[in-house]
């Protein structure tokens, strides 16, 4: 008796099912279907608890947006500090300052 114990590495999808997302004009079936496989072969650490590769995407779009907006007022924020300090800089020094 042998008791295979190896994990599938390679999924087989069946000729006909290819043929029939390969003519359709509409691309949506075959992007799911995609869209499950790599679904499938994704390690459970690495999907944030959710249920679709779809959801993923969602999910690590929104974060790196939230990331993004938290850079940008950090800056926006820095600048306004440049210019208030710019403003109260004596006149003989801004002088100075465009010799050099």
């Known amino acids: 008796m042998v008791i295979n114990t190896n994990v599938e ?4 999808i069946p000729q006909s099912f290819l043929e ?3 003519v359709t004009e509409d691309d949506k ?3 799911d279907e995609i869209k499950k496989i790599i679904f499938q072969h994704t390690p ?6 959710k249920n679709t ?3 993923i995407i969602q999910y690590l779009s929104s974060e790196n947006s939230n990331a993004e907006r938290v850079i940008k007022n950090k800056i926006e924020k820095q600048n306004l500090e440049i210019i208030d300090l710019e403003k109260r800089k004596p006149q003989n020094l801004r002088i100075q300052l465009k010799i050099y």
């Open 9 to 12: 590495r390679v999924k087989y």
């Open 20 to 22: 029939s997302l390969c």
């Open 29 to 31: 079936q075959f992007e």
């Open 44 to 49: 459970l650490t690495d999907r944030y608890g």
């Open 53 to 55: 590769l779809d959801e």
